[in-house]
């Protein structure tokens, strides 16, 4: 069982930067692949950013591909997402992951943090 707490999110001018978080529960968390979704009002929850366990293996959506990095602190139970140059259309509720294996579909990851608001004023 693995418990996800994101924080970080908030309201921020357009080609700003927000570092969002995520703080797991569990001694296992390095076993886990982590991943970063969003969700805007009116849209499917979409794939943003994957890490394998190591952390030496990485995912981004083309959308966020050279803005967005993500990273993890195995010693920290903590995955983080750095997001540079933010645009309107990044404004969701980001959530993070936890999956067996890395991917980019939602039904892969089993456990899942309860979300962050992130919202880009123009």
């Known amino acids: 069982q693995v418990q996800l707490v994101e924080s970080g999110g908030g309201l921020v001018q357009a080609g700003g930067s927000l570092r969002l978080s995520c703080a797991a529960s569990?001694?296992?968390?390095?076993?886990?692949?982590m991943g970063w979704f969003r969700q805007a009002p009116g849209k499917e929850r979409e794939f943003v950013a994957a890490i394998s366990w190591s952390g030496g293996s990485t995912d981004y959506a083309d959308s966020v591909k050279g803005r967005f990095t993500i990273s993890r602190d195995n010693a920290k139970n903590t995955v983080y997402l750095q997001m540079n140059s933010l645009k309107p259309e990044d404004t969701a509720v980001y959530y993070c992951a936890a999956s067996a294996n890395r991917g980019v579909e939602v039904r892969v990851y089993v456990y899942w943090g309860q979300g962050t608001q992130v919202t880009v004023s123009s």
């Open positions: 569990g001694r296992t968390f390095s076993s886990y692949a």
